[in-house]
């Protein structure tokens, strides 16, 4: 079974820039996450995606967040402007379901780092 | 306001010794905790997860001790090795939340 696929793997940008990041979750998984991980912190969830619906997007910062599920696989998280206090990990997550008992499966990540 | 607390920030232990990672929740609608190992460079990866109508679960070398009535759960890895050495989260969720995360626990395994 291949894994949650993310791209780029690191990204260096300076403030007030654009970037992307993409996530391609595991075949049939119907709930997509995006979390926030600080360096030496546990992940924070950003927003939550059961299939292209949004189910708790409450700690996406939308002011300069904003992230996309179209045909319920594929997301892309955004962020415009970045702020120095952006530089994280940003984690890609799928499940099987909403409810359904088990764990994510994780990507590896993209780190951001804002100068 | 954190959900779940997780202890010690970091932990030394040698080789074949017991790893105790200690995690605390607040909200008693919790249903599922797991436990999640996290090397450099990587997304965390699920461990073991217990489901609150048990007190313990074990799985090889990692045992899950749950307390309903004092809202604690603990990871125990037995027979530690350098291989083990890794960050390690503990979480809750319950029915259609997201899961919550701990801030961590930094293992070292030294021989």
């Known amino acids: 079974e291949a894994g949650v696929a993310q791209s780029p793997r690191y990204k260096i940008i300076e403030k007030r820039q654009s970037v992307a990041f993409w996530c391609n979750p595991i075949s049939g998984h119907a709930t997509l996450y995006w979390y926030q991980q600080i360096l030496g912190q546990g992940p924070k969830l950003l927003i939550q995606f059961q299939n292209n619906g949004v189910v708790d997007d409450s700690q996406l910062p939308k002011d300069r967040f904003s992230a996309e599920r179209l045909k319920g696989v594929d997301s892309t998280l955004k962020i415009q402007p970045a702020k120095l206090e952006d530089s994280a990990v940003y984690l890609c997550?799928?499940?099987?379901?909403?409810?359904?008992?088990?764990?994510?499966?994780f990507g590896s990540g993209t780190r951001l780092t804002v100068v | 306001q954190q959900q779940v607390k997780q202890s010690p920030q970091s932990l030394i232990v040698q080789k074949g010794g017991i790893s105790i990672i200690n995690c605390a929740y607040e909200?008693?609608?919790?249903?599922?905790f797991p436990w999640y190992q996290q090397f450099p460079g990587k997304g965390p990866a699920l461990l073991i997860a217990i489901r609150p109508d048990v007190s313990e679960k074990k799985e090889g070398r990692f045992t899950i001790s749950f307390n309903k009535s004092a809202k604690q759960f603990s990871l125990h890895i037995m027979d530690s090795q350098p291989g083990d050495s890794a960050t390690y989260f503990c979480a809750s969720k319950s029915g259609n939340t997201p899961l919550v995360f701990g801030k961590g626990t930094r293992l070292s395994v030294i021989a």
């Open positions: 997550a799928s499940s099987p379901g909403i409810s359904l008992w088990g764990g994510y499966t």
């Open positions: 909200n008693t609608a919790f249903d599922y």
